[in-house]
């Protein structure tokens, strides 16, 4: 099996860790990221009428929902490391390729945005959640 260098020369840049590192990159992009998505959120629920419990409710699970991604985050540039030395290694160990998938740790944050969503859906009335739902499609152009 050839190596990186022997596929796209030497000296080949190759993205690090720290290319992909959504908490320092370009300022923090995590965080610009998590707050559109809040301020989204706002203009939804504005554009739903909802009451100040509603909206309390809705920022507790998406809070939730955060926080979950936020951890799954924190393992991203050991991840990313061990799947550069795999991809850059002579001989790739599929075995240490299949442990790099961490069903676990995806689930838990899929369970998490499940659970948010739940929540929400508890919360508000098929009308308010309608108005969301359409929101979220303008705002995303997939009206």
Sequence with gaps: MRNWEEIAGPGTAVATADDFNLDTR??????????MVEAMIDEALDDAKARSE??????G?????F???E??????????????????SGDIDLAQLDKLRSPAEHRRVVDAIA??????????????????????????GRS
């Design 26 to 35: 370009h300022g923090g992009r995590y965080d610009s990221v998590k707050r």
């Design 67 to 69: 926080a979950a991604v």
């Design 61 to 65: 699970a998406c809070s939730l929902a």
């Design 115 to 140: 659970q948010s969503i739940l929540d929400v859906y508890g919360v508000l009335s098929s009308t308010q959640r309608m108005v969301v739902a359409d929101h979220v499609r303008a705002r995303l």
């Design 54 to 59: 509603q909206r309390a409710a809705v920022y």
């Design 71 to 88: 951890e799954h985050l924190k393992n991203w540039d050991a991840g990313l490391a061990q799947a550069l030395a795999l991809f850059e």
